[in-house]
């Protein structure tokens, strides 16, 4: 079982919009986790300009359409030591644009590739890129949305998965370069259908369809009610973190081996209740 507390970017006014209250502010916390927030929305919005490239798109095409004032989160993720049957987290697509995701040494993560699982093990000073849905549905099902899921671990694990999603205002049009595609991705988006399971989006199953209104539309639908619950709990696990921190010895986070890295790791972790 994982717990997660999520960071939220409130330089962006849709964000504030959506529930100024309950979402955490990353501008009030540690320097480090804001560089760390920062550095990997630059990544991502890099990855997307490849993207764009790579597929010789009209530039900041892709940018433009979906991502100028993106829906961002940072999220922390601790597992518990998981016996055999268990999963940390179970097979799900991730709902954004694109995820960057920071593994500690543990292990455990795995993604699928035509019909076969394959563990993604950790490498020192690597980060994992996932294709999210959304990315995958405007592109035709060209960019792919990768399955992926964390296996039993027989230590306790921590990963920090920074997702980016659109822009609140962005329109669900899908584009048309990858229109050749269309017929093939529709065969695999029935199959999904049939498979029942195959829509799970990120761990609290928002829409399985995408509709064609903005991210707002779409977010207000699956999102946020799901979120107004979550946060209540999350702002106490964040307090649980903050405290942590601030034990933690000066040196700690300024010393030589100071890094944007996670190292976030409570000696007692007391189980919030948001669960129970
Ligand atoms: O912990 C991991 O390595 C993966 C986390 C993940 O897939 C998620 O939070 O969506
Ligand atoms: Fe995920």
New binding site residues.
């Given amino acids: 079982m994982a717990h997660t507390f999520y960071l939220y970017d409130m330089d962006s006014k849709f964000v504030q919009q959506v529930d100024p209250n309950l979402r955490l502010d990353v501008k009030k916390i540690d320097e480090r986790f804001r560089k760390m927030f920062l550095a990997m929305k630059n990544t991502v919005l890099e990855l997307l300009t490849s993207f764009e490239k790579i597929n010789d798109m009209k530039e900041e095409r892709l940018r433009d359409q979906f991502a100028k004032d993106p829906d961002c989160s940072l999220n922390a993720n601790y597992y518990e030591k998981t016996e055999k049957h268990e999963w940390g987290?179970e097979s799900?697509l991730?709902k954004g644009l694109i995820?960057l995701l920071y593994q500690d040494q543990t292990g455990g993560l795995e993604a699928e590739y035509e019909g076969k699982w394959y563990p993604i093990p950790p490498i020192e000073g690597t980060l994992v890129i996932?294709i999210g849905r959304m990315l995958e549905h405007f592109t035709h099902g060209v960019a792919k949305a990768a399955w992926?899921r964390v296996k039993a671990h027989k230590s306790d694990r921590i990963s920090w998965?920074f997702f980016l999603s659109p822009s609140f205002d962005a329109k669900f049009e899908r584009l048309d370069e990858f229109k050749w595609n269309a017929e093939k991705f529709e065969a695999l988006e029935k199959k999904r259908r049939i498979n029942g399971s195959g829509f799970r989006c990120?761990t609290y199953e928002p829409g399985n369809e995408f509709g064609s209104g903005t991210y707002r539309d779409w977010h207000n639908k699956y999102v946020v009610n799901a979120n107004d619950r979550k946060n209540k709990g999350q702002i106490k696990i964040w307090e649980l973190e903050l405290s942590f921190m601030e034990e933690r010895s000066k040196a700690e986070v300024d010393g030589p081996n100071k890094k944007y890295a996670p190292l976030v790791r409570p000696k007692v972790w007391r189980k919030p209740n948001m669960y129970s």
Avoid: N, V
Wanted: charged share 10%.
């Fill in positions: 987290i799900h991730d995820t996932i992926h998965p990120g």
